[in-house]
T-cell receptor
Framework: DAKTTQPTSMDCAEGRAANLPCNHS???????VYWYRQIHSQGPQYIIH???NNETNEMASLIITEDRKSSTLILPHATLRDTAVYYCIVRVGGQGGSEKLVFGKGTKLTVNP | DGGITQSPKYLFRKEGQNVTLSCEQN?????MYWYRQDPGQGLRLIYY???????QKGDIAEGYSVSREKKESFPLTVTSAQKNPTAFYLC????????????FGEGSWLTVV
């Protein structure tokens, strides 16, 4: 089962910031938070990831709460091309390095003109 | 350019036939993965491989088989034992180091006719 909880869908006006929340209350101290997005019929695209500190790259910013139980992905100036399903994932550790990512259903973000 | 190549993009299979989906990566990644995605659903892990000549079952391995004879290649065979094979299949790869990022191919659509 996925270890994260996300809203099923969100809307955002073009040019405004899109803030996508994610709850991961059972995250372990050495687990990373990853964000991907998927446009219909394409492979998921990596956006950003973090452990404890906030992170920023050319696509987005990731804000992780101090207790690490939740995070927010921020798209600072959403465009129509940002319409996609956004997945928040924590890396599930395993014995012997058998680590894998577990995907939930994600948040369908619709950017409106 | 470096990346993950999946082929074919679209494949039709008659019931009772085995089919093989190809996945090749030139990222020099140790780990490779196969996911299945059904319409409107998240990704589910079929098989993964952390190193050549070794692979592990994921959450829905029944009716599928894989091989990892080369670092660059991780083909997936959908056998006739898979009762509901129509889906979108995604191959992915990553380094084996902690804090890795997993990258995805563009996916393959399999339809049983």
């Amino acid at each position: 089962d996925a270890k994260t909880t996300q809203p099923t869908s969100m809307d955002c006006a073009e040019g405004r910031a899109a803030n996508l929340p994610c709850n991961h209350s059972t995250i372990s101290g050495n687990e990373y938070v990853y964000w991907y997005r998927q446009i219909h019929s394409q492979g998921p695209q990596y956006i950003i990831h973090g452990l404890k500190n906030n992170e920023t790259n050319e696509m987005a910013s990731l804000i992780i709460t101090e207790d690490r139980k939740s995070s927010t992905l921020i798209l600072p100036h959403a465009t129509l091309r940002d319409t996609a399903v956004y997945y928040c994932i924590v890396r599930v550790g395993g014995q012997g390095g058998s680590e894998k990512l577990v995907f939930g259903k994600g948040t369908k973000l619709t950017v409106n003109p | 350019d470096g990346g993950i190549t999946q082929s074919p993009k679209y494949l039709f299979r008659k019931e009772g036939q085995n089919v093989t989906l190809s996945c090749e990566q030139n990222l020099n990644h140790d780990a490779m993965y196969w996911y299945r995605q059904d319409p409107g659903q998240g990704l589910r892990l079929i098989y993964y491989s952390q190193i050549v000549n070794d692979f592990q079952k994921g959450d829905i391995a029944e009716g599928y088989s894989v091989s990892r004879e080369k670092k660059e290649s991780f083909p997936l065979t959908v056998t006739s034992a898979q009762k509901n094979p129509t889906a979108f299949y995604l191959c992915a790869s990553s380094t084996a180091w902690r804090g890795y990022t997993i990258y995805f191919g563009e996916g393959s659509w399999l339809t049983v006719v």
